[in-house]
């Protein structure tokens, strides 16, 4: 065909809804159009593309073996009730008026089925199965062109093994087939929730690519590919000086000097000097915890060190507990017993500044060791860009991500749940231990998490869960958190 045949509808203007620049290039490139909210046409040019890196994907999943399915857009939804996940997507699934049928957002379901009804011995297995499939996602709010659509092409692969060894090397493949994957598309990626230096230490792992339209902020190391969610990073920057003698601890009077950066510039101290104070409640127990400076604390890390959800306290509350409003709480003179918790950077300070629990006073000369009972120090802080890496000591970089892949260990969560056995070696019945594999749209198959759809994994910066009548929902959008 001449190319001037062609249909390549091109146009000069910025389409007014097309904020990211992958969506307004493949719009003005004629790559594709919208049909309706997150539907989109993929037209010629597009649609050639999307080819080109199915045929990557298609080598690279043959080349460790992985045998190609096509399985039905269209699932009986009593399968996505064996493992109670027509619950867990809410209103992400998209249900069949006649309630009987949904429109799958993923397939693990389906091929644990398969699984189920064919796989009988530990010999038929290791097996990798794979498509490149069409899924639905009912997004409360599509954006971002083909990044947030409702209708989406992924690749999803599943590993079936005998052992957990099995799993191992399935996985291993998996991630090496990945690198290449992504080596040819000439992208250049990094990958978070890697071990440092031995590959499938941990259970799942995230290809991300750089980009300012992602929604995941990651601390990234271009030294030596540390990468993490700034949720869990760390960084190896210095802890508080500890002077040899502690002088007595002194209160100072500091009328209407409530922030850290006001503390540190009416004593002429620097802000290295001064330990701010939090207070948050876990349940009904309320904690004190001191950070650095200016250090911010890091709302997903305290989750995890109380093993619980987390709100910071009323100022009613920070006045009946410690005798003062926020600004001017410290660890001494607090009127009410509470759990102490600091930070890592605190661990045996001294000569620092505080609160004194009095409204416009300050303490000085606070020793941790000797004036503080704090029960144990955390890394409680959310990592800032130019911080050392914690594994090589060059500087880190703070970045936003797109998820372009995700490897994950299931293990046995669907097998068991649907009952797909074999029979090991002697004979005895095992539930297969299983992998799943995407690349596209991602769905959250990390069942640690718990996630919204359009606020996924930003609860540091206080979105979270509540409870709308039965149903676990977003508190920023009301959108459906599924714990998939
Ligand atoms: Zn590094």
């Known amino acids: 065909m001449r190319f001037t045949k ?14 990211i620049a992958s969506h307004q290039l493949m719009i003005r490139a004629g790559l594709m159009r919208p049909l309706g909210a ?31 399915f096509h399985l039905p857009a269209l699932n009986p939804v009593e399968l996505w009730e064996e493992t109670d996940r027509v619950k867990a997507f809410g209103d992400i699934m998209f249900h069949l008026k006649n309630r009987a ?68 090397v399935s996985y291993n493949a998996h991630a090496e087939a990945y690198r290449k994957i992504y080596t040819r598309c000439g992208l250049k ?15 799942s792992q995230e290809f991300m690519v750089e980009s300012n339209a992602g929604e995941d902020t990651v601390a990234l190391c271009d030294a030596c590919s540390y990468a993490a969610n700034v949720e869990v990073a760390a960084s190896a920057i210095a802890k508080a000086s500890r002077t040899e003698n502690s002088k007595p601890v002194e209160e100072i009077h500091t009328p209407n000097i409530k ?55 009323h100022p009613e509350e920070l006045l009946a507990l410690t005798g003062a409003d926020a600004g001017s709480i410290g660890p001494i003179g607090l009127k009410a017993k509470m759990k102490i918790i600091a930070d890592n950077r605190l661990e045996g300070a001294n000569g620092l500044y505080s609160g004194a629990n009095k409204n416009d006073y300050h303490v000085g000369n606070i020793d941790f060791n000797r004036d503080v009972a704090v029960e144990s120090y955390h890394d409680l802080r959310i990592v800032e860009g130019g ?31 649907m009952k797909a056995n074999f029979l090991d070696e002697k004979g005895a019945e095992q ?11 991602y769905l959250g198959q990390n069942s640690r998490s718990v996630r919204c759809s359009s606020h996924l994994r930003q609860r540091q910066r206080g979105i979270g869960r509540k409870k709308v009548g039965r149903a676990v929902r977003c508190t920023m959008c009301e959108g459906s958190y599924g714990a998939v």
């Open 259 to 313: 922030s850290i950066d006001e503390l540190s510039e009416f004593l002429k101290i620097q802000t290295s000097q001064c330990a701010k104070s939090l207070v948050y409640f876990c349940g009904e127990t309320p904690v004190l915890i001191f950070m650095l400076g200016n250090d911010q604390m890091n709302e997903a890390k305290l989750q995890g060190v109380l093993g619980g959800d987390v709100r910071p306290a």
């Open 387 to 417: 911080e050392p890496c914690p594994d090589c000591g060059k500087e880190l970089r703070i970045v936003k991500g797109i998820e372009v892949g995700h490897i994950f260990k299931l293990g046995t969560k669907y097998s068991v749940s």
């Open 101 to 168: 049928l949904v429109l799958a957002p993923t397939h693990e379901e389906i091929i644990t089925s398969i699984a189920r009804n064919h796989i009988k011995s530990y010999k038929e297995m290791p097996q990798i199965w794979y498509q490149i499939q069409t899924k639905f996602r009912n997004e409360p709010r599509p954006k971002s062109g083909v990044l947030r659509g409702r209708q989406f092409t992924m690749k999803d692969a599943y590993s079936m093994d005998s052992t957990w060894d099995g799993l191992d």
């Open 38 to 68: 997150g539907i989109y046409s993929f037209f010629p040019l597009g649609y050639a593309v999307m080819k080109k890196v199915m045929q990557i994907i298609r080598e690279e999943m043959d080349a460790i073996g992985g045998q190609e």
């Open 189 to 203: 990626f990094f990958i978070v929730g890697a071990s440092s230096g031995a590959m499938g230490g941990s259970g």
């Open 431 to 441: 539930p297969i231990i299983m992998g799943s594999y995407g690349i596209g749209h």
């Open 6 to 19: 062609g249909f390549f509808p091109t146009v000069k203007e910025v389409p007014a809804d097309a904020v």
